[in-house]
């Protein structure tokens, strides 16, 4: 296995009109000093990433490996050459070394004498998940290369989900990056003439390329066609756009409802992303220069942009995810973070699923002191 000699085409980042800005701005209020920190640090990766190649490759399904007997948040899986060892590139880590999502099979549990050979050449794709933000950060990570090669063979991915279900975001996806028709996900062990593995080009809590952002601006071209079967509620400008959470039924945030009232008087669009098409997704996120929300993985649509935005965060966690800052490094957001007095005193002490309870007016005297809300701030108890 070594680096592949690829000669690169023109990048379309540079053909999207994306003028990159000297700066970005991200402001915390109330975060604590571990977020601030971690706010001011870029995780940026000057390129290309590394690609590997791998003759007589083989890509077994992925089964997940146990913690005390029970399926834990990890997978064996990878791509291995015809004597079962492992690819090491094809596996995939999050936040620190210590954390792998993919761990090798042992040689002895591949059993290369019941193997499906298919002619040709493949992509591996690399872990397919059936978690929305999951699927956007990890599942698309390794498709700049086939993009940016105008590569005609396979992509093959091995599906985490243990019914082997795609979700209808994933086939939206693969639609609008017209690959479709050539992904193969693995239900038992298949082997090509060669399996080509990029790296991947967004790595959780750690580091991004900017060839993360093809696909996205692929698939935001490719979603402009569906404009005419947006809803006319849709197509109406907007000061800015809210993204709603409050018909999703993990992690609720009450009182965000009031939220979205108030900010409807001021003009701004409210969606639930979950009950739109991805195109209808797509379009929404492009139209709007302004983002407000509470944090959760419907912020992770902002790269099918072309455009910077300016995103407003009211985060839930103790602790800001770095993803969040990665995607505004990635997207030269100018962006802000309320945090701090936007839980209620009573959620202080809770797990990460826990429900909790908004504080209102702290959160309506920003949003009012920010600009966004127009007039005094009002009290919401």
């Known amino acids: 296995m070594g680096a592949a000699k690829i000669r690169p085409r023109r990048s379309p980042l540079r053909e999207s009109g994306q003028r990159r800005r000297c700066d970005k701005m991200i402001r915390l209020f109330g975060a604590r000093q571990q977020s601030i920190l971690a706010s001011r640090e870029s995780r940026r990766r000057h390129g290309p ?75 591996y794709g690399g872990l397919l998940f059936n978690n929305f933000g999951h699927f956007l950060l990890e599942s698309t990570n390794r498709l700049w290369w086939p993009l940016r090669e105008r590569f005609s063979d396979y992509i093959v991915f091995q599906n985490t989900d243990p019914l082997n279900v795609t979700g209808e975001f994933a086939k939206r996806f693969f639609d609008l990056i017209g690959i479709s028709e050539r992904i193969i996900i693995t239900t038992s062990a298949v082997s090509f003439d060669r399996v080509i593995v990029p790296e991947p080009s967004f790595v959780i809590q750690r580091h991004f390329y900017k060839e993360f952002r093809l696909p996205f601006l692929i698939a935001g071209e490719s979603a402009k066609k569906f404009t005419s079967s947006m809803p006319k509620s849709m197509l109406t400008d907007a000061p800015g756009l809210y993204l709603s959470r409050r018909r999703y039924g993990f992690r609720r945030s009450f009182g965000e409802e009031h939220i979205e009232n108030r900010l409807s008087e001021e003009g701004f669009a409210i969606i639930s992303m979950e009950t739109l098409p991805l195109e209808h997704q797509i379009l929404m996120v492009q139209k709007h220069k302004s983002i407000i929300g509470v944090m959760g993985s419907a912020f992770h649509t902002m790269p099918f942009s072309t455009v910077s935005k300016n995103a407003t965060y009211i985060c839930r966690d103790f602790d800001i995810n770095v993803n969040y800052f990665m995607i505004d490094e990635l997207m030269q957001n100018d962006s802000i973070y309320i945090f701090g007095d936007c839980m209620s005193s009573e959620s202080r002490t809770r797990y990460y699923s826990d429900d909790i309870t908004l504080n209102l007016p702290s959160i309506f005297k920003f949003l009012a002191d920010a600009g966004i809300l127009r007039g005094s701030s009002r009290d919401m108890e």
């Open 49 to 123: 990433p590394s690609v590997d190649v791998v003759d007589q490759g083989v890509v077994p399904t992925c089964v997940p490996t146990a913690l005390n007997g029970k399926p834990h948040d990890q997978w064996h899986a990878g791509v291995y050459d015809n004597s079962g060892r492992i690819c090491a590139s094809s596996l995939i880590e999050r936040s620190r070394p210590e954390r792998k999502m993919s761990v090798p099979f042992l040689p002895i549990d591949i059993n290369l004498d019941a193997i499906e050979h298919i002619q040709g050449q493949a992509v």
